[in-house]
């Protein structure tokens, strides 16, 4: 959905909203009040970022710079970290139970109140470890002699004098691989040739280790203890003023991490599965990780003495019991990034506002890979990883079948909307797809029968019970070629689908049949009712002019045209109500023979989903979502805002009467994990 124009095409809605035959933009006298308008987070986002940190519309509101607060506690759960498929390196959580994380490309992920959401790096050099301390600041490193202190905001504090330091003979300053410290005021950098400098009095000043090989890690207790981890094998520890060196492993072998309990109870991991514990003498002994794959071990993090955990590559995934290492990679749930190179492990406890406390434990790495603990001791994957953003979404109406569909044929199924993650059902497609439809049929016992369109006029097709294969692929001569962007089903096998050039379709359950619209713009979504015997009875559409469509016995008329700037969303509920959504934050309403009202107006605000359902008490209800993360929740008159976590556009939205899910840009997912008022 591209954001060009949008403003040239501002709402001209002076009150509530009248039909007109073919373009008309009639407005009654009163403007009808509404609550609960969007403001959305001030911030600033990459137009040239790939991975969704999308770009704003020209006057929309800025959403890089960090305000240095979290997003308001809400009932949503981000499950993804939208990180797209960069890998994530480093992560760090303070007492308090907030984390960073951070990876390539200069990513930073703040995780506050149980939701993530990005902070602006300025930079985008990859990042490779960060220290958070308890007063929410925080310090990161990465390449090049990368060293960035976050307080409001971020600033590179290694100058010109750091850099000579850093630099050492060679053609750019080392790579930082590891960070520890008390404060941005003092604090240990450590990365390749050697290098450790210490932060201190407003100046970086070298500590000679006397020996070669890169600082791969630092962990201590305070700056008076610190433990260093080398290449070939070394550990170096500071205590007061006086160093002193170990050598762990063989010098084939690095250290990649080291952590302990306390000043007693200290673990270093590295290459080849190898783990060390110190004794209370002092001495280090060798602790076999029961891994008959030796995988190499990169991070190690733990709750307590006998809750400790290891991660490295090819998804290695390591508990240590207080008695022996085991491996937990059997706990490991859903398909994307099992074999992911882990580098990063965190956690923290969290108490929620019922004062319940919850261990919460990460763990991060290539592609994106972000698995999350679950109180059950089984992996959540929190990702949804498509190499592109999600656009269509559709759910089974206890949700309990989710498909989610994107770009370059992303197409993800999961069997529950809470906690469990989208899998990949088709990974060798490269069609982008825009919308996907179902139509559930529980009365004849039989599986629900999924469309989801696409690019080129292609038509993505499935019937049967495993919904994660069985999908094929045809391009429909009737699309003419033209990209098909939202797609309406029945139970009885009949299909409508839209799309570019006022192209629509109707599939009559043998044959795909080109139908004539009274427009040429783009159709950008298509939705109606069917009848008693599953049939479709009412199909409406909207699209770029602000149109919205109506198709009756067979033929599409222009129902009404009530603004100027573009429709995203349609919904028709059962009940014969219509609701569109579209640029400028406005929400109408209205049936068939009927005008269409404005029931909501968030203006620099888009919506680009619309879903509805009926609760328990046989009352609508309907949620909109769309640009950074906006959503909101209502009866379809009355909208008030709902916190969801994130800053990606969510495109997509499908709610049911247990709960919701949006997904969008850079593949985020997020569930609604409390019930309905």
């Given at each position: 959905?591209?954001?060009?124009?949008?403003?040239?095409?501002?709402?001209?809605?002076?009150?509530?909203?009248?039909?007109?035959?073919?373009?008309?933009?009639?407005?009654?006298?009163?403007?009808?009040?509404?609550?609960?308008?969007?403001?959305?987070?001030?911030?600033?986002?990459?137009?040239?970022?790939?991975?969704?940190?999308?770009?704003?519309?020209?006057?929309?509101p800025d959403?890089?710079?960090?305000?240095?607060?979290?997003?308001?506690?809400?009932?949503?759960?981000?499950?993804s970290?939208?990180?797209?498929n960069r890998?994530?390196?480093?992560?760090?959580?303070?007492?308090?139970?907030?984390?960073?994380?951070?990876?390539?490309?200069?990513?930073?992920?703040?995780?506050?109140?149980?939701h993530?959401?990005?902070?602006?790096?300025?930079?985008?050099r990859?990042?490779?470890?960060?220290?958070l301390?308890?007063?929410?600041?925080?310090?990161?490193?990465?390449?090049?002699?990368?060293?960035?202190?976050?307080?409001?905001?971020?600033?590179?504090?290694?100058?010109?004098?750091?850099?000579?330091?850093?630099?050492?003979?060679?053609?750019?300053?080392?790579?930082?691989?590891?960070?520890?410290?008390?404060?941005?005021?003092?604090?240990?950098?450590?990365?390749?040739?050697?290098?450790?400098?210490?932060?201190?009095?407003?100046?970086?000043?070298?500590?000679?280790?006397?020996?070669?090989?890169?600082?791969?890690?630092?962990?201590?207790?305070?700056?008076?203890?610190?433990?260093?981890?080398?290449?070939?094998?070394?550990?170096?520890h500071?205590?007061?003023?006086?160093?002193?060196?170990?050598?762990?492993?063989?010098?084939?072998?690095?250290?990649?991490?080291?952590?302990?309990?306390?000043?007693?109870?200290?673990?270093?991991?590295?290459?080849?599965?190898?783990t060390?514990?110190?004794?209370?003498?002092?001495?280090?002994?060798?602790?076999?990780?029961?891994?008959?794959?030796?995988?190499?071990?990169?991070?190690?993090?733990g709750?307590?003495?006998?809750?400790?955990?290891?991660?490295?590559?090819?998804?290695?995934?390591?508990?240590?019991?207080?008695?022996?290492?085991?491996?937990?990679?059997?706990?490991?749930?859903?398909?994307?990034?099992?074999?992911?190179?882990?580098?990063?492990?965190?956690?923290?406890r969290?108490?929620?506002?019922?004062?319940h406390?919850?261990?919460?434990?990460?763990?991060?790495?290539?592609y994106?890979?972000?698995?999350?603990?679950?109180?059950?001791?089984?992996?959540?994957d929190?990702?949804?990883?498509?190499?592109?953003r999600?656009?269509?979404?559709?759910?089974?109406?206890?949700?309990?079948?989710?498909?989610?569909?994107?770009?370059?044929?992303?197409?993800l199924?999961?069997p529950?909307?809470?906690?469990?993650?989208?899998?990949?059902?088709?990974?060798?497609?490269?069609?982008?797809?825009?919308?996907?439809?179902?139509a559930?049929?529980?009365?004849?016992?039989?599986?629900?029968l999924?469309?989801?369109?696409?690019?080129?006029?292609?038509?993505?097709?499935?019937?049967?019970?495993?919904?994660?294969?069985?999908?094929?692929?045809?391009?429909?001569?009737?699309?003419?070629?033209?990209?098909?962007?939202?797609?309406?089903?029945?139970?009885?096998?009949?299909?409508?689908?839209?799309?570019?050039?006022?192209?629509a379709?109707f599939?009559?359950?043998?044959?795909?049949?080109?139908?004539?619209t009274?427009?040429v713009?783009?159709?950008?979504?298509?939705h109606?009712?069917?009848?008693?015997?599953?049939?479709?009875?009412?199909?409406?559409?909207?699209?770029?002019?602000?149109?919205i469509?109506?198709?009756?016995?067979?033929?599409?008329?222009?129902?009404?045209?009530?603004?100027?700037?573009a429709?995203?969303?349609?919904?028709?509920?059962?009940?014969?109500?219509?609701?569109?959504?579209?640029?400028?934050?406005?929400?109408?309403?209205?049936?068939?023979?009927?005008?269409?009202?404005?029931?909501?107006?968030?203006?620099?605000?888009?919506?680009?989903?619309?879903?509805?359902?009926?609760?328990?008490?046989?009352?609508?209800?309907?949620?909109?979502?769309g640009?950074?993360?906006?959503?909101?929740?209502?009866?379809?008159?009355?909208?008030?805002?709902?916190?969801?976590?994130?800053?990606?556009?969510?495109?997509?939205?499908?709610?049911?009467?247990?709960?919701?899910?949006?997904?969008?840009?850079?593949?985020?997912f997020?569930?609604?994990?409390?019930?309905?008022?």
């Open positions: 959905m591209g954001f060009g124009g949008r403003f040239g095409l501002l709402l001209v809605l002076v009150g509530a909203v009248a039909c007109a035959a073919d373009g008309g933009h009639a407005a009654e006298d009163a403007r009808r009040e509404v609550a609960g308008d969007i403001a959305a987070p001030e911030g600033e986002v990459d137009a040239a970022d790939p991975d969704g940190f999308l770009a704003a519309p020209d006057g929309a959403l890089r710079a960090d305000t240095g607060e979290p997003p308001a506690g809400g009932d949503w759960e981000v499950l970290l939208g990180a797209g890998a994530l390196r480093g992560a760090s959580c303070n007492s308090r139970g907030d984390c960073l994380v951070v990876g390539a490309g200069g990513i930073v992920l703040r995780r506050s109140g149980g993530h959401y990005p902070l602006a790096s300025g930079t985008a990859d990042l490779n470890a960060v220290k301390f308890d007063d929410g600041r925080a310090v990161v490193v990465g390449e090049r002699g990368l060293v960035l202190v976050l307080e409001d905001r971020f600033r590179s504090v290694c100058g010109d004098e750091c850099r000579a330091l850093l630099t050492a003979g060679e053609a750019e300053p080392a790579d930082l691989y590891a960070v520890f410290g008390e404060s941005p005021e003092e604090y240990f950098v450590g990365g390749a040739n050697g290098t450790l400098l210490r932060y201190e009095d407003t100046a970086f000043h070298p500590e000679p280790l006397g020996v070669t090989g890169a600082v791969l890690t630092l962990w201590g207790t305070d700056l008076d203890n610190v433990y260093v981890g080398m290449e070939r094998g070394r550990a170096m500071l205590s007061g003023q006086t160093w002193r060196s170990w050598q762990l492993f063989e010098a084939s072998a690095d250290v990649h991490a080291i952590w302990g309990s306390g000043v007693q109870e200290i673990w270093a991991v590295g290459t080849g599965g190898r060390v514990r110190r004794r209370l003498d002092g001495s280090w002994e060798a602790k076999a990780t029961n891994d008959g794959r030796a995988r190499t071990l990169r991070a190690v993090w709750a307590a003495e006998d809750r400790v955990w290891a991660v490295g590559d090819d998804g290695a995934v390591l508990f240590w019991n207080g008695i022996r290492w085991g491996v937990e990679d059997d706990r490991v749930v859903g398909p994307n990034y099992r074999g992911a190179d882990l580098r990063a492990i965190a956690g923290g969290r108490v929620d506002s019922q004062g406390e919850t261990l919460e434990v990460a763990l991060l790495g290539d994106g890979a972000a698995l999350r603990r679950s109180p059950e001791r089984t992996w959540h929190m990702s949804t990883s498509p190499s592109g999600l656009r269509g979404l559709w759910a089974a109406p206890g949700g309990d079948l989710l498909v989610a569909v994107g770009d370059h044929g992303a197409l199924v999961g529950e909307p809470e906690g469990a993650p989208l899998g990949s059902a088709m990974s060798d497609l490269e069609v982008d797809l825009y919308a996907v439809a179902g559930p049929r529980e009365a004849s016992g039989e599986a629900p999924l469309w989801a369109v696409g690019a080129g006029g292609a038509v993505v097709t499935h019937q049967g019970v495993d919904v994660s294969a069985g999908w094929t692929l045809e391009v429909v001569p009737a699309a003419g070629g033209a990209t098909l962007r939202g797609v309406f089903a029945t139970p009885s096998g009949e299909v409508v689908a839209v799309g570019d050039n006022g192209v379709l599939y009559d359950g043998a044959d795909w049949i080109a139908e004539e009274p427009v713009s783009r159709l950008m979504a298509v109606g009712r069917a009848d008693d015997e599953g049939f479709i009875s009412e199909a409406w559409a909207v699209g770029d002019d602000g149109r469509l109506r198709r009756a016995g067979g033929e599409w008329q222009v129902a009404c045209h009530p603004v100027g700037s429709l995203y969303s349609v919904f028709a509920h059962p009940d014969g109500d219509v609701w569109a959504a579209g640029d400028n934050g406005i929400i109408l309403r209205g049936r068939a023979q009927e005008s269409f009202r404005l029931v909501h107006e968030s203006p620099g605000s888009f919506f680009y989903a619309l879903d509805g359902t009926v609760n328990a008490g046989g009352e609508a209800r309907l949620a909109v979502a640009w950074a993360g906006a959503l909101l929740m209502g009866d379809g008159e009355r909208f008030s805002p709902e916190e969801t976590g994130s800053y990606h556009e969510l495109t997509a939205l499908a709610i049911f009467e247990s709960g919701g899910v949006a997904v969008g840009a850079a593949g985020v997020v569930t609604r994990v409390a019930p309905w008022p």
